[in-house]
C-alpha cells in the first residue's frame, strides 16, 4: 500500500521556524513536491528530484524555504524559515513516480498525503 504521511505543521509566530516531513512507504518516488492549499486553489511550493540535487521553489517561498529528502528513510522535508501569516495553509507532499512534464503541476503527480496545517500568527 502506498502512503504518504505529512507531520511537522502547528502554530508559530511570524518569523519563526518549521519543518514538515512527508515519510513515503510502499514505492519510491522519483520526485517529491510540496504544495499548499489556502483557499480554492493548489498552490505550487517546492520539489525536489530523485538524487536531491536539484531543487524548484516558487518564488514567493525563495530564500525562506528549503527543500530536501532523505532517500535512505524514504522522506521528503520541507524547512520553513522566516514564517509570514501568508503562509498559512494545508500543506501537502505529493510523490510522482515516472518522468514529469512540469514539477509544478498539482496533477501531475500521483499520490498525496493527507496534508498538515500550518498556522501563522502576526
Known amino acids: 500500500q502506498v502512503q504518504l504521511v505529512e507531520s511537522g505543521g502547528g502554530l508559530v509566530q511570524a518569523g519563526g521556524s518549521l519543518r514538515l516531513s512527508c515519510a513515503a512507504s510502499?514505492?519510491?518516488?522519483?520526485?517529491y513536491g510540496w504544495f499548499r492549499q489556502a483557499g480554492k486553489e493548489r498552490e505550487f511550493v517546492a520539489a525536489i528530484?530523485?538524487?536531491?540535487?536539484?531543487?524548484y521553489q516558487t518564488d514567493s517561498v525563495q530564500g525562506r524555504f528549503t527543500i530536501s529528502r532523505d532517500n535512505a528513510k524514504n522522506t521528503v522535508y520541507l524547512q520553513i524559515n522566516s514564517l509570514k501569516p501568508e503562509d498559512t495553509a494545508v500543506y501537502y507532499c505529493?510523490?510522482?513516480?515516472?518522468?514529469?512534464?512540469?514539477?509544478?503541476?498539482?496533477?501531475?503527480?500521483?499520490?498525496w498525503g493527507q496534508g498538515t496545517q500550518v498556522t501563522v500568527s502576526s
Open positions: 505529493a510523490g510522482a513516480l515516472g518522468t514529469m512534464a512540469s514539477v509544478t503541476r498539482w496533477r501531475d503527480y500521483d499520490y
Open positions: 510502499g514505492v519510491t518516488f522519483r520526485n
Open positions: 528530484d530523485r538524487s536531491g540535487s536539484t531543487t
